[in-house]
Every structure is written in C-alpha cells, then in structure tokens.
C-alpha cells in the first residue's frame, strides 16, 4: 500500500541554497543516491527531481528530520522538474505534493539519510498522467476498527470500483484494522463505486449504496470520505 501522509509539516532553521524556483505513495519506485562528497562542507546537498504530472502547477516539498515534527518547507514551479536544497547532516523524511486548482493530487513519501558534504539525488517519476487513486476511511459502530475487527474476525474491507458503461472493474481489499485504504491505480473516467466490511469467506457483513465517482486528472486523490460500518 502507498504510503499516505496527509499532516503539513512547518519550517525549521535549516539551511536552503537557492534554486531560482518558486512551489502524495509510492517511495518504492523512487531513484535515491548517495554520492560520496567533501566531509570538510558542513551540511548535505538534497537534490529531488520529478516528473510533474499534466495538471499540477506546484511542488510542495516537506523534509523533516526524523524523528522531528518540524522542517523545511517550500513550493516550486512544478514545470521546472528540479530544486536543489540544502540541509544539516542527519536522517530525513521528504514529502512531495503536487498541487493545482483543479483538485487533490498523490503525494510521494521518500526517506534518506547524510554526512557533511553528500549529494543526495532523488528522482520522482511515478505520478501517474492517466489515473488516479481512491482514499476512505472507515469506523465499525462508531468505534476504531482495531478492535472491533477482530472479533468479527473480518477479512477486511472492500472496494469495487467499476468503469461506467464497462465491465472493467479494479477489486481492492484492505486490512480491516487499518482504519484507512488507498486504491490501485485506476484509469480516468467515471466509475461505480461499492464499499463493504467483508467477512473471512469475503462476502459482505455490511455495504454501503453504490456512487458515482470520478477520476478526472493523472495523480488525482479522490477522497470517498469515512464509511461508518453497521453489525448491530
């Protein structure tokens, strides 16, 4: 499952370099290199790199020290593909979002790590241009899932998203304590949307009445909101 961060991290003393710029998953696809560098400069030299997806028009990239809630921050011009930043020595973990008026894209999550003098070079190309993802939360009378799933003993929850006018359907099951899911990648179009708790057998201890949803832009989030499942 992509990893999905969704709090917004706050500016810290560390250092930038200037880059002449102004600005989601899946951090597994994500090329990280560590070059050797001079131990005599003090600092790293984070340097990302990214495919921006057709519709975003920023980058906000996050990077806090691990372990921290507090870091850098800034926006880019999403276009330019490339920022240069630099940054103490130490542990990180990055978050990349694309941004634009037009809705709510995926951001990717990245971690990485540095001496005095490394150049850490990241390429993020795994914003998909031709499809999004679906997001939903979910609760089990009212309560946290966590302890309500086992003892239904639930086979997890399900998410049937089907192409409207087609019979092309992506079939997700996520971990029933997990409280949250993220879909696969699903192409651009309108689709049907059914949501339900299943049982071990996977047949549906409580579902929720189909919707219409949409993904209308490469990398878009479609939040289908908090689903609130019935066993009484």
Do not use: H, R
Not at 3 to 28: E, N
Request: charged share 25%.
């Amino acid at each position: 499952m992509k990893k999905l961060v969704l709090g917004t991290l706050l500016t810290a003393g560390l250092l930038q370099a200037g880059t002449g710029c102004i600005i989601s998953g899946d951090d597994d696809d994500d090329d990280v290199t560590v070059d050797d560098g001079d131990d005599g400069v003090a600092g790293l030299l984070y340097e990302p790199s990214w495919l921006c997806p057709p519709d975003a028009e920023t980058i906000t990239i996050n990077v806090v020290p691990v372990g921290s809630s507090t870091g850098f921050e800034d926006n880019f011009d999403c276009a330019v593909g490339e920022a240069s930043i630099q940054l103490d020595a130490g542990s990180y973990d990055a978050t990349i979002t694309p941004e634009g008026s037009i809705g709510t894209f995926l951001e990717l999550t990245d971690s990485f790590d540095g001496n005095d003098g490394d150049l850490i070079a990241a390429t993020y190309d795994t914003f998909p241009e031709d499809a999004g993802y679906f997001f939903l939360t979910w609760t089990i009378d009212g309560e946290d899932p966590a302890v309500a799933c086992d003892e239904l003993a639930s086979a997890g929850v399900g998410v049937l998203s089907t192409l409207v006018g087609t019979a092309d359907a992506t079939d997700d099951t996520f971990d029933c304590d997990a409280g949250q899911g993220l879909s696969t990648e699903v192409p651009i179009g309108d689709y049907t949307v059914e949501v339900s708790l299943l049982d071990q057998d996977e047949l549906a201890i409580d579902s929720f009445e189909p919707t219409t949803e949409a993904i209308d832009f490469g990398d878009q989030l479609n939040d289908l909101g908090d689903y609130d499942f019935s066993t009484l």
